[in-house]
């Protein structure tokens, strides 16, 4: 296969955090019984070795879970026709599974269980097919954590970061009590501005700065918290040009990959016509920096958390064999793995139920739901907001909604009210009038960045169209309270 043909990653062990560096190959009971397995083939041989408590004293016989058989994906179908699938204590040693409550209860690997590992395996060669041989996956407890050790395995204190000028609140939050700094790329309607990025790097003034160059570069290309943007193939291309240029690791934090949504084609106008198979979706989805990453400096951050739920807080990364080896060193004395409960639901759905065509069936069909939704919150905003003030880009990914407010027009800044005041008062009257939004502000990657312009962020994930209308009404109508429209 094509593992054999494709060159294997660059070395990059000249990134690597102290930290990391220190982590030896953990003496865990999980290793401890691998080098002491040999001794167990010994004819006879009673193991009192291991430290792994005895599956007899687990409270659980099985567990029975009941989820949708495609194509009845709707709650209501789900309800109705959906399979109970269940999983046994024993269910290896009666022939009926690869996996069973046994083993997913017990201790485990710090890559996750082999059998549910396989599967996002199998998920990453068929969307992203790595150009490079020895790519890896091992699962994580979510990208919130995944973040943490990335940061942990690449940083020292005192270093900087590169982040889009607005992002992920968490994920900045995530860094900077590790003693990081965020240095803020410019960004368009396509996110990340490469020639920015590049000339920040070029400019770079260790000594002005009192720090090396930054060379970890988080981003999120699809779908982006908060703005909402999604960097084309074109733009990802030359994002990674400069990435190279400067010897960068990219860190994709991707939870919304696969809420791209058909095109936006306005109101009234005819709706583009689903993917008519898994090839022709495939097909539509934006290149990921890993499937254009020959040198193996990109670590993915995938979860499950969007695309399934939050709370299964399962999740994986690729990248390559180097770097995932320390991912998992760290795993291994942290989180260890996920949830075994969590890991078996998935596996029993994903693996048993579904399979890849299922869970792309799914994909589809999350796809055609977050279009309908979005599609829903532009006709409310086209319809209610005041459109000499308030300015946006249809979002083509994701669950968020960046609307620009022009502040410039407030009559308050003639008796000097400043920027902030006014994007505080926005924010209060909408609450005032019962609708909550997010400050752009709030997702400043920098704090010291003088904002030249102001955003609110919405969600049309958690509301119906319903909701998403009256909030948008209210919103509008706060506006022109504000600007005396
Ligand atoms: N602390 C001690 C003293 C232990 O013996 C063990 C398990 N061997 C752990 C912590 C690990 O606990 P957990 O499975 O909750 O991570
Ligand atoms: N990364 C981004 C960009 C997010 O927006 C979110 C959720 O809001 C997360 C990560 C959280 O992911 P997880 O639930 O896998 O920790």
Known sequence: PACYTKPKAKRFEHRFSTEAKSRKVRVSDASTLKTAARFLKNPGMISLGGGLPSPEYFPFEHLDIKVPTPPGFSPEATKQSGSVLRAGKHDIKEGSSVYDLEIALNYGQATGAAQLLRFVTEHTEIIHKPPYSDWQ?????????????????????????????YTFASAAETAFPLGLKALAVPIDEQGLIPEAMDALLTNWDEQARGARKPFVLYTIPTGQNPTGATQSAERRRAVYLVAQKHDVIIV?????????????????????????????????????????????RVVRLESFSKVVAPGTRVGWIVASEQIVERFVRNFETSS??????????????????????????????????????????????????????????PPAAGMFH??????RKHPGIAAGKTRDAIEEDIFMSAVDH??????GSWFKADSSVVEEKMFFRATYAAASSEKIDEAISRFAECLRGEFKL
């Open 402 to 407: 960046w609307i620009e407010i022009d502040w």
């Open 336 to 393: 260890q793995n996920p949830s075994g409960i969590s890991q078996m639901v998935l596996y029993k759905l994903l693996d048993e139920h579904w399979g890849h065509s299922g869970y792309l069936d799914w994909l589809i069909n999350l796809r055609m739901e977050y279009t309908e939704r979005r599609d829903a919150l532009l006709k409310s905003c086209e319809k209610h907001l005041p459109r000499e003030i308030a300015h946006w880009a």
């Open 137 to 165: 996956c091992t699962l994580t407890a979510g990208s919130t954590y995944a973040w943490d050790t990335a940061l942990r395995l690449l940083t020292e204190r005192g270093d900087f970061i590169l982040m889009e000028e």
């Open 434 to 439: 019962q609708v909550l939004l997010s400050r």
């Open 252 to 296: 994709e934090d991707e939870p919304y990959y696969f809420l791209q949504m058909q095109p936006y084609v306005g109101q009234g106008a005819p709706s583009v016509p689903p993917p008519a198979n898994h090839d022709e979706f495939i097909k539509s989805l934006v290149p990921s920096f890993l499937s254009l990453d020959v040198d193996g």
